[in-house]
């Protein structure tokens, strides 16, 4: 829309924020919010330029619902065009021009922006028997699981949230991860934890409950006569009448669209410098699956910044000036195309 394209549609199965709105009660946003855009650096949060989520909402970690209602305010101040609750069922393209089939009938399209996410599309598979376990994005609130002890296996942002969340609440917790993303020493929160659940971690209720297991893979999860059996490769067994608890991540959407993207050696999406496919021209990524050689663009404030970018390509192969959009996005930091700046670590001092 700032680029000065008009003739859009945002398509979505449920409604505006529905990832969001489908968190774990208790689950908060691991990004501040700070209301810094009156010095021209904006909310961590924000995904629009003059917006603070920090502002409007008077809270520095949201939830999730909090947060998708923030969206839809968005979405109604902006007066976004929506076509909420229509899935998209397939994608193809013919003659330079998109079919996308949908539950509400057919749309045409000479451009298609893919960003349907990953909360919605999680990695149920790892070890045999992870389909007993349940995954964390379907739980709707810790404090209604029952049991005294749980079993979690993943220990990165989700499973340390779950474990934060039950050890409050007096819960037992052992928690495996075939890595140690809590031991991890670089300083990108794409890779090891955010601050705000090492600050969590640190509490004495966390200290008390939850024994972690690193560099320990679970190999098997069996179900028996009401136990639950885990198996660790190291040849530890472990078990609970409560079912486990996976929180293994997410196989991402994009697996979705793969007909038309080629894809890198890691899973995700090959796109040139505009985030458009490199098979299928016109067919674009957004969202945390985007990625650049190493470049992890899997939160919003790294992500946002390359939203511009996208509009800028669409607009510009339609013949609309974008010189002062650039100018303007790039002046909020929401512009990213030199990506030599990333990367770097913090200081230690
Ligand atoms: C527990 C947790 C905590 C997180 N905390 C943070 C944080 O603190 N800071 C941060 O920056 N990021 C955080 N993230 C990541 C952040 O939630 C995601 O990056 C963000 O949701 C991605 O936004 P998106 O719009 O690309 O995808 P989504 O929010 O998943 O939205 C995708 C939309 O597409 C729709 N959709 C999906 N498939 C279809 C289809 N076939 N047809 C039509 N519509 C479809 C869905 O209904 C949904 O509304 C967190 C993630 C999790 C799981």
Not at 148 to 159: A, K, N, P, Q, R
Not at 335 to 341: A, K, R
Request: net charge negative; hydrophobic share 35%; proline share 5%.
């Amino acid at each position: 829309m700032h680029a000065g394209v008009e003739n859009f549609v945002i398509v979505d199965r449920k409604t505006v924020g529905a990832s969001f709105a489908a968190w774990p009660d208790e689950t908060k946003f691991i990004t501040p919010s700070f209301p810094s855009n009156s010095i021209g650096m904006l909310d961590l949060n924000s995904i629009a330029i003059g917006i603070s989520p920090a502002f409007s909402m008077r809270v520095e970690h949201p939830t999730g619902a909090e947060y998708a209602e923030h969206l839809q305010g968005i979405a109604e101040f902006f007066e976004l065009p929506l076509k909420e609750n229509t899935e998209v069922k397939n994608i193809e393209k013919k003659n330079d021009i998109f079919t996308v089939n949908t539950n509400e009938g057919i749309l045409k399209s000479k451009f298609v922006i893919w960003s349907a996410g990953e909360y919605q599309y999680p990695n149920l598979k790892g070890f045999n028997g992870s389909e007993l376990c349940r995954h964390t994005s379907t739980v709707s609130r810790y404090s209604d699981l029952e049991g005294d002890d749980f079993l979690i296996i993943g220990g990165y942002e989700s499973g340390i949230d779950a474990a934060v969340h039950l050890s409050n609440l007096d819960k037992k917790i052992r928690l495996f991860d075939m890595n140690a993303p809590w031991l991890e020493e670089t300083s990108d929160p794409s890779v090891s934890l955010s601050t705000f659940s090492f600050e969590r971690m640190d509490n004495p209720m966390f200290e008390k409950n939850t024994k972690l297991f690193p560099n320990t893979p679970v190999k098997s999860v069996t179900h028996q006569d009401g136990v639950y059996v885990l198996k660790t490769a190291d040849g530890q067994t472990f078990s609970t009448p409560n079912q486990p608890l996976l929180a293994g991540g997410f196989t991402g959407s994009h697996k979705f669209v793969s007909h038309l993207f080629d894809m890198r050696e890691d899973g995700f999406p090959v796109i040139n410098d505009s985030d458009e496919s490199t098979t299928t021209q016109g067919m674009y990524l957004c969202g945390p699956s985007v990625r650049h050689d190493g470049h992890i663009f899997c939160f919003i404030f790294k992500y946002r910044q390359r939203f511009a970018i996208v509009a800028q390509a669409i607009a510009e192969s339609m013949d609309i000036p974008t010189d002062e959009f650039v100018e303007a996005y790039k002046s909020w930091g929401m512009y990213l195309d030199d990506l030599s700046c990333c990367g770097q670590e913090c200081l230690t001092c």
